[in-house]
Each structure stands twice: as structure tokens, then as C-alpha cells.
């Protein structure tokens, strides 16, 4: 598969019959139909998506943008571990999961996550799981910068705490 | 005869983020030479001497060590190092 904007490698061996496993942190935009064309296959029925987008609103405060960043190797290996746990938990062909890091300005996709399963309940399940757990446990942060100038580290409700 | 053994030194990574990296003047990651059989504990009072500001964020972060979560009921002073861990700083994510 060619691509001009990202190159996204696969995770060979990880999977039997060729299933494919994409995790990438990346500063370049997000590109859906290019990360979608990277899941399907034909002999996959369905593929489930989740596409976060900054929002333009924050508690009535108008967001200007979003910056990300992440502890790259952790975030990876951690993804790369739930993707794992989803396919013991669904019957899934490929999996791919893609977030930006740097600026993410209002209206521009944050993450990308893309399932494809030979039946759509597996990739439709398998979706929900992917995003939950990635805002709950990976290294990732995003600093909220609103248009009064101020900035605001962000916390998810899901992430874990320390006791 | 007191002669005092010198234990062999050794180095840790710290890597810092987020709003604990604002904390340690924007530094994404430093080396620290500590003693041997140094514990977490030990190697984060060392950062937080050398960064007050840290102390404050400190309490709401997980840690990390060499890419695993510390489990939480984990006390700090109890994890002992060893030479060329990299101890991360985890913030609460806020990824997605």
C-alpha cells in the first residue's frame, strides 16, 4: 500500500492469516480514508470506526486548539497491549489505531480508530473497548488552549489515579 | 579499620510530562547519577530537590518504569533501581 502524507508500518507477527495491528503517534494530520483503506479487506464484512475531533467549545469557552503530547514508546506498547486484549476478546482481521501529537486546532481529528471484522459485531464491540482504555491508561496529554490566551492541561474522567 | 565502601554509581532516567514537565523548566528527560540499590523513593527526592515546583504535581502522577505502570498500592521508597531504568512522571492522560 503507497501513501505520500504517512507512513503508518504494520506489526507483523503478531497475528495469524495475515491480520494486521497499526499503532502510530503522529505529528501529520489524520487522514480517515486513508487509515479506513488500511483495515479493509475482503474478506472483512465490517469496519468500526471512532474519529475524535477537537471540539470548538469547553464549559461555554470557545477552544482554539489542542496540543498534544505522549511518551511515545510507552503509548505504543500500550496500545499495541489493548489491541492484543481485544482480539482475545473479538474475532478481529485488522486493527488500526492512530493519534496525532502537536497542534490539533477546533474541527481536526485527534485519533483515529479502525476495526475490521469478518462479522460487524466483533468490530462494532471492539471499538467503545479500543477508546475507553486508550483515554483511561495511555500516556498521552492534551493542554487545552482557549481564546483568552490561557491553557489548560486536561485530565480524562476515565484516566486512572493514584490512591 | 572504618573504611567507608564506596558503592558503585549508577544512572537513571527521568522523563517528565505534561504538567510535569512545565514543572522541571520544560526538560523532557534528564540523567541522575545516584548509589547503587537506590529506591524510587529515594531518586524522586533528588528531582524534587532540585525542582520544587515538582512536588506539587507529584501527588496526582502515576509512575512508570521502563515503560510499566507502577502498580499503585506500590510504595515508591519500597521500588528499588536498577542502573539505566528510565522512570517516567505520568501525569493524569488525557489522550482520545
Redesign the interface.
Known amino acids: 500500500m503507497t501513501n505520500s502524507t504517512l507512513t503508518i508500518p504494520s506489526t507483523p507477527g503478531e497475528c495469524d492469516q495475515g491480520d494486521k495491528t497499526i499503532v502510530e503517534l503522529t505529528s501529520e494530520s489524520l487522514d480517515c480514508a486513508q487509515i479506513l483503506e488500511l483495515v479493509r479487506d475482503p474478506t472483512a464484512g465490517a469496519v468500526g470506526t471512532f474519529i475524535g475531533t477537537t471540539r470548538n467549545t469547553f464549559d461555554g469557552k470557545a477552544v482554539i486548539s489542542l496540543r498534544y503530547e505522549g511518551y511515545t514508546a510507552m503509548a505504543k506498547k500500550h496500545i499495541q497491549r489493548l489491541v492484543s486484549q481485544a482480539r482475545e476478546r473479538w474475532q478481529l482481521r485488522h486493527v488500526a489505531v492512530v493519534h496525532k501529537l502537536g497542534d490539533c486546532p477546533a474541527g481536526e481529528i485527534s485519533v483515529v480508530i479502525a476495526v475490521s471484522s469478518t462479522h460487524r459485531r466483533d468490530a462494532l464491540e471492539a471499538v467503545p473497548f479500543l477508546i475507553d482504555q486508550l483515554k483511561a491508561s495511555v500516556p498521552i496529554w492534551k493542554k487545552e488552549l482557549l481564546e483568552d490566551g490561557s491553557g489548560h492541561w486536561k485530565a480524562n474522567k476515565e484516566s486512572v489515579l493514584p490512591q | 579499620m572504618h573504611q567507608k565502601v564506596q558503592r558503585p554509581a549508577m544512572q537513571c532516567k527521568v522523563?517528565y510530562?505534561?504538567?510535569a514537565?512545565e514543572a522541571v523548566d520544560l526538560r523532557d528527560s534528564e540523567v541522575y547519577e545516584v548509589e547503587n540499590s537506590t529506591t524510587l523513593g529515594e531518586l524522586l527526592d533528588q528531582c524534587t530537590r532540585r525542582y520544587p515546583a515538582l512536588k506539587g504535581v507529584l501527588?496526582?502522577?502515576?509512575l512508570?518504569v521502563n515503560?510499566e505502570?507502577l502498580p499503585?498500592?506500590v510504595p515508591w521508597k519500597e521500588v528499588r533501581l536498577q542502573n539505566n531504568d528510565e522512570v517516567?512522571i505520568?501525569?493524569?492522560?488525557?489522550?482520545?
Open positions: 522523563c510530562f505534561a504538567a514537565r501527588g496526582q502522577c502515576l512508570a515503560h505502570y499503585t498500592d517516567a505520568i501525569p493524569p492522560v488525557s489522550g482520545g
